[in-house]
């Protein structure tokens, strides 16, 4: 199993992003995939789940402005992010759990400022 996350960079308040989570080793469709985020000197938080029926679930701070989804053919995890605040500045990273084992991409930064 493999996660690599791309699509940060530094983005003004009130822009967009969409980070992308390309997965190897097992097919998105049929697993809980999550994008998490750490902010310095914070744990590690949930920001947005997706379960295999397509359900999703979202942290209250970014429910109305952030969107999961993923495409089964790419094999691809996405969080589409619209208007950004500074404090959705952190590091984010993907997650999925395969046979009860927790696997994390290496994150990608995201930093909010003007």
């Known amino acids: 199993v493999q996660l690599v996350e791309s699509g940060g960079g530094l983005v003004q308040p009130g822009g967009s992003l969409r980070l992308s989570c390309a997965a190897s080793?097992?097919?998105?469709?049929?697993?809980?995939m999550s994008w998490y985020r750490q902010a310095p000197d914070n744990p590690r938080e949930s920001v947005a789940t997706i379960f295999s029926n397509g359900e999703t679930t979202y942290e209250d701070s970014v429910k109305g402005r952030f969107i999961i989804s993923r495409d089964n053919v790419k094999n691809a995890l996405y969080l589409h992010m619209n208007n950004l605040k500074p404090d959705d500045t952190a590091v984010y990273f993907c997650n999925v759990i395969v046979n009860y084992k927790d696997y994390w991409g290496q994150g990608t930064q995201v930093t909010v400022s003007s």
């Open positions: 080793g097992f097919t998105v469709g049929y697993y809980i």
